[in-house]
Structure formats: C-alpha cells, structure tokens
C-alpha cells in the first residue's frame, strides 16, 4: 500500500479515493476536516477523472487506499475478488438504510452482504436552461421540436448512450432481464435514441453537456436524460444556473431511469480498518449528508437532506423537482462480468447510431454481449 503520512496528532491518515469534480472531491474534503475536528483522525483525499470512476479496477485501488468511493455497477465483481469489507455484521446500518433515495442503498448490497453505504444518489434527470425554454418538457414527443432546432440534445460518450438506452425501454415499459436481456420492444428505446442522438454528442459525457449549456451564449434549452449534478443549480456556480426536473413522460413515467450515484465502500486491506469503517458510516448518515455534504457543493445519498428546506432552496428545488425519478429509477445488473458489457456495449450501440443501422440488429447485437457477459 501507498505510504501514510502522519497527521498533527501523529496518527496515521486514512487515505481516500474519490472522483475528480466538485460535487465528488469538495464535500468529503469538508467531510474530513469535521472528522478530523471530531476524532482527530486525519483523511487524506486523491481524486480520479471521471473516465477511470466508472472503469478503473476497483481492487487495485483497495491496495492503495482504506476509503473508496465506487458506483454500484462494480459490487458483483469487487464482491467475488474479496477486496472490500462487507459493512452489514460491524455496525448498525438501520439508519442508513431507512433514508435511501430510490435504489440507492440496496444497490450496494450483493450475495447477502451490504459493500458500501450511498454517500451520492443520482438518476437520470432532465435538464433545463430558463430563459431559453418555457419549462421542462412535459412529454417526450414535445422534444421533436427542440432536436430540430438544435436545442435539444443528450449525451452520448459511453457508458451514457447505454445508459439513455436503459432510461428509454423504462420510460416505454420495457422489462429488461428476461430470458433476452433486451426484448424485441426495446428496438423502440433504440429508435427513440436515435431520432435525438447528435453527432457532436458522441464525445460529451453529462459534465461536458452541463458546460455548454451553461455558456451564456448556448442555445441549448433542454437535456431529458443526463445525470444530476446539483453543482449546476448553485447561484454562481457557472454563468447560466440550470434547472432540473424529472424526466419526460412517455408510455410510463417517470420510471425506469438508469440509477447512478456514488457509495463509499473499505478497503480489505485497510491499515485501520475500523477507523475506515467508522467514518464512513458517519459519512453517510443523514445527519451528515443534510448538515456537511449538501451545503458543501455534494449531492447527498440520504433523504433527510433530499427533504430539506435548505438544501433545496439553495438549488433552486432540485432534489424535489427530480425526487420521482430517482424513486422509480432502475437498478443495473451487478454480476461480476457486467462492467466489460457496459464498457463493449456502449461501443457497439453508438457506432449502429452513426451509421444509421436498424434497431433489431443493434439490440440483437447488445443481446450477444449480455450473454457473454454471463459466461
């Protein structure tokens, strides 16, 4: 493991890995600095980008760092190799668990054991930009419009044209997991997917969408489906303050939106296991994640800040504007094979957008993928 260096009360510091964007990195260094006031344990944070958060390995990370921050797709994996500690059994989890928003907290949770805590819930959300557009799109079919005009769009650089996949077959009743993991009336999700995907959208993930539609010379009125990032909705983050709201109706809605967000998960091989154990359940209780976490530029993964007064006047109601969604949002799988289909399948599904293919044979395509994801 990497070396620890000692804070000023000569212990040695825990060392944390989150991702590299405010809303990941500023609120658990805030974190940390209450627990260091607290306990006098000193946390040291690094930060990676964006890219390598949904695709790093997590078990060499666990060899480096005591604290980790992961999202949930990785758990059937890290599950099986052994590298982080199983939570349920060393502490109470009771409190933790009662204010999940949506799936957030049982989305850790694999063979029976619970392998992070949710410090982050996010969903597919929609966002819009006042003063360019009336309000948020009610309806899917009021986008038309808007993509024609070149004010509507949604990213696509993997894994999130996957994802705006999985939110589209939720939005037009589509059950995945079946016997196919796609069925045959996903082919509808696909062409829905097409008729917005933009061809400069093909190397945007949600953070570089939000930084153009926050430039004030943007004509970019509407995203319907893009990750929630709170940060956009703080007075004075960028030049244009974007609002959100739960995603476009379609057959149902709003449901089926492809959950995200971020749970903090310890490390195996952790120096001090328990002081890494103790803070992270602090971290991710609603007490913190309503008093530390929100007011620091987090987007919390407990309710008792999604319901706060405060927190949602500061964001311009951002957590009740979208607090639906998240409610109905759609749990990933999580086996141990699922990361390198999401990584080959977002692959394969953008290049049949670029070149126009018909939807029976992309989805058949995805359907090959699953499988083999499986094996």
């Not at 850790?108 to 819009?128: E, F, K, M, R, S």
């Not at 009336?134 to 993509?147: F, I, S, Y």
Request: hydrophobic share 45%; charged share 20%; glycine share 10%.
């Amino acid at each position: 493991m990497i070396s620890r260096e000692a804070g000023e009360t000569g212990e040695k510091a825990v060392r944390g890995m989150t991702w590299d964007h405010s809303r990941g990195y500023d609120p658990l260094v805030a974190a940390a600095s209450a627990w260091e006031a607290r306990t006098g344990q000193a946390i040291a944070w690094d930060r990676r980008s964006l890219q390598d958060f949904e695709s790093w390995p997590v078990e060499e990370l666990a060899r480096r760092y005591d604290l980790i921050v992961i999202d949930h797709p990785h758990v059937g994996q890290v599950a099986e190799s052994g590298c982080l500690v199983a939570l349920d059994g060393l502490v109470d989890l009771a409190e933790i668990a009662g204010g999940s928003v949506g799936g957030s907290y049982e989305s850790y949770a694999w063979g029976g054991h619970q392998w992070a805590l949710p410090i982050d819930a996010a969903a597919q959300v929609q966002a819009w930009a006042p003063g360019r557009v009336a309000g948020p799109v009610a309806r899917w079919e009021e986008l038309a419009a808007l993509v024609t005009e070149g004010r509507a769009s949604l990213p696509l650089r993997p894994p999130h044209s996957l994802m705006s996949l999985f939110t589209l077959c939720g939005l037009a009743g589509v059950e995945l997991g079946g016997e196919a993991f796609f069925p045959a009336e996903a082919v509808r999700a696909y062409d829905l997917l097409a008729a917005v995907a933009d061809p400069a959208a093909f190397a945007m993930d949600p953070i570089a969408m939000f930084e153009a539609m926050a430039a004030p010379d943007s004509r970019l009125a509407v995203v319907p489906l893009i990750y929630g990032y709170v940060n956009y909705a703080l007075p004075g983050y960028r030049d244009t303050r974007i609002r959100f709201a739960d995603i476009p109706v379609l057959d149902h809605g709003p449901r089926g939106s492809a959950l995200g967000g971020t749970g903090i998960a310890v490390s195996a091989y952790a120096q001090d296991r328990a002081a890494a154990v103790a803070f992270a359940v602090w971290v991710a209780s609603g007490a913190v994640q309503r008093g530390i976490i929100a007011p620091n530029g987090g987007q919390p993964g407990h309710a008792d800040a999604w319901d706060d007064d405060a927190a949602n006047a500061a964001s311009g109601d951002f957590y009740r504007a979208t607090r639906a969604t998240l409610d109905n949002a759609w749990v990933r799988p999580r086996h141990a094979g699922y990361m390198a289909f999401q990584h080959a399948a977002s692959e394969r599904l953008n290049q049949g957008l670029r070149a126009g293919e018909d939807g029976a044979s992309v989805i058949a395509a995805l359907n090959r993928l699953y499988a083999d994801s499986q094996c």
